[in-house]
């Protein structure tokens, strides 16, 4: 059975990097919709929600100077988002630059 593919294409170009954790909970909702539920428990594919994530994002701590974000189970990144939002609300002149050579 081949599974339907996400490409890191499908969230939109975005001004404020705030905006993510939206973007990746409509592309989780839509991704989940396409997926059998009992071949996602299979593969062990259990997307966080938007409010989960928000919240172990919260548990952040103190902020360092610099910090690079490595999420290996990224999924549709819905961690990644919501801890990006969570240190932006945390540093509000912070900037983010996205890797994609790691």
């Given at each position: 059975m081949a599974l339907p593919s996400v490409s890191p294409h499908l969230?939109?170009?975005?001004?404020?990097?705030?905006?993510?954790?939206?973007?990746?909970?409509?592309?989780?909702l839509q991704t989940n919709a396409r997926l059998d539920p009992a071949l996602?428990?299979?593969?062990?594919?259990?997307m966080t929600p938007a409010p989960v994530a928000s919240l172990m994002?919260?548990?952040?701590?103190?902020?360092p100077k610099e910090l690079t974000?490595?999420?290996?189970?990224?999924?549709?990144?819905?961690?990644?988002a919501a801890a990006i939002g969570e240190l932006l609300d945390a540093c509000p002149a912070a900037e983010v630059h996205p890797r994609h050579d790691i």
């Amino acid at each position: 059975m081949a599974l339907p593919s996400v490409s890191p294409h499908l969230l939109p170009p975005m001004e404020d990097p705030r905006e993510l954790l939206t973007a990746t909970e409509r592309l989780r909702l839509q991704t989940n919709a396409r997926l059998d539920p009992a071949l996602r428990g299979q593969l062990g594919q259990f997307m966080t929600p938007a409010p989960v994530a928000s919240l172990m994002a919260s548990m952040i701590g103190d902020v360092p100077k610099e910090l690079t974000i490595l999420d290996a189970g990224a999924g549709v990144g819905s961690l990644t988002a919501a801890a990006i939002g969570e240190l932006l609300d945390a540093c509000p002149a912070a900037e983010v630059h996205p890797r994609h050579d790691i």
